[in-house]
């Protein structure tokens, strides 16, 4: 029986190998509903490959993930969705020349009539659709316009009410301020921020600290696979989010380089060395220091 509190999604340990390639490596995780997880790190940081687990591209190799307290293997992305994971990937699944509507139902088509004269019931797609769209604040001018004139904030907030209306607990939003200017963006984060007033748990993908920092509620930052930790906007202020992000990256590339040099310089090399250690250690420590088990 699962607890009443327990989290929407849980990973705890998970690894992921793509034959030789560590894609991430002890992983833990929770997600709560109300809340927004933001998921931080750079190009190549596993970011993708962890929200492909939640969302049932990808079994993980090692580890344990658990949907509101219970141990699952999906074997699907359908498996996800039925479990009431709902992911809004940075190339949307919609169609362009369809119009919103259509879009909205894509999977799910209401229909109209029975036997041979069943069709798509347009009439209530489009009360459904601008209804829904309304209760998140977004307002257009008729649902059946075409996706492909929507700007990308208006697209990626129609998915989001898509989600929220098929019945998603967690919504899972992979980089979608990543093509935005900063006025769309803002849109985008609104709607973020109220599919958690409406209680949904959502995991929020974005490499930039600035997008996630307003809206987040904790942050977990991953480099290269590994976790730096999980930390709370109570505990961690917007600069240090942004130094772990950068510095410890940066540190720690420096560090590597300087022991790369030192390796090729037999001369110069014990001293670049160790500086190049000590630099490494440091990364390694801005990471610890501020991180938490969870
Ligand atoms: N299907 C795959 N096959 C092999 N390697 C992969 C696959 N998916 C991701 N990777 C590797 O895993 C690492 C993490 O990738 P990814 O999760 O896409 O990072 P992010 O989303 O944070 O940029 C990268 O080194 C990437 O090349
Ligand atoms: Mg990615």
Redesign the pocket.
């Given at each position: 029986m699962a607890a009443p509190t327990a989290p929407l999604l849980e990973v705890a340990n998970v690894s992921k190998y793509?034959g030789g390639?560590i894609?991430l490596k002890d992983i833990s995780m929770t997600v709560h509903a109300g809340e927004v997880m933001c998921l931080l790190?750079d190009?190549?940081?596993?970011?993708?490959?962890l929200i492909k687990i939640f969302s049932g591209v990808h079994p993980p190799s090692e580890g344990r993930f658990l949907v509101e307290g219970r141990e699952v293997r999906f074997a699907s992305p359908r498996d996800a969705l039925a479990a009431g994971i709902a992911t809004v990937y940075q190339d949307l699944a919609m169609i362009p020349l369809m119009s919103i509507s259509r879009n909205f139902f894509l999977g799910n088509e209401p229909t109209t009539g029975v036997g041979p004269l069943r069709r798509f019931d347009h009439r209530r797609a489009d009360r459904v659709t601008r209804d829904e769209l309304a209760k998140m604040g977004i307002r257009v001018r008729d649902t059946d316009q075409a996706v492909g004139t929507l700007s990308g904030g208006e697209r990626q907030s129609v998915a989001i009410a898509r989600a929220v209306h098929f019945g998603a607990k967690v919504l899972i939003l992979d980089e979608p301020t990543a093509a935005l200017g900063v006025k769309e963006a803002g849109v985008v984060l609104r709607y973020i921020a109220q599919a958690r007033a409406r209680g949904l748990g959502v995991v929020f993908i974005t490499h930039n600290v600035h997008h996630a920092y307003p809206i987040g509620d904790r942050f977990t930052l991953?480099n290269r696979?590994r976790s730096y930790g999980t930390f709370a906007k109570t505990d961690v202020s917007r600069e240090e989010v942004v130094a772990m992000m950068a510095g410890g990256e940066e540190l720690e590339e420096l560090g590597h380089e300087l022991e790369e040099f030192a390796r090729s310089d037999r001369v110069a090399g014990g001293a670049m060395a160790e500086t190049g250690r000590e630099l490494a250690a440091e990364a390694r420590a801005i990471g610890a220091s501020a991180s938490e088990p969870r």
């Open positions: 793509f390639v894609a790190g190009n190549g940081a596993g970011k993708s490959t991953l696979g």
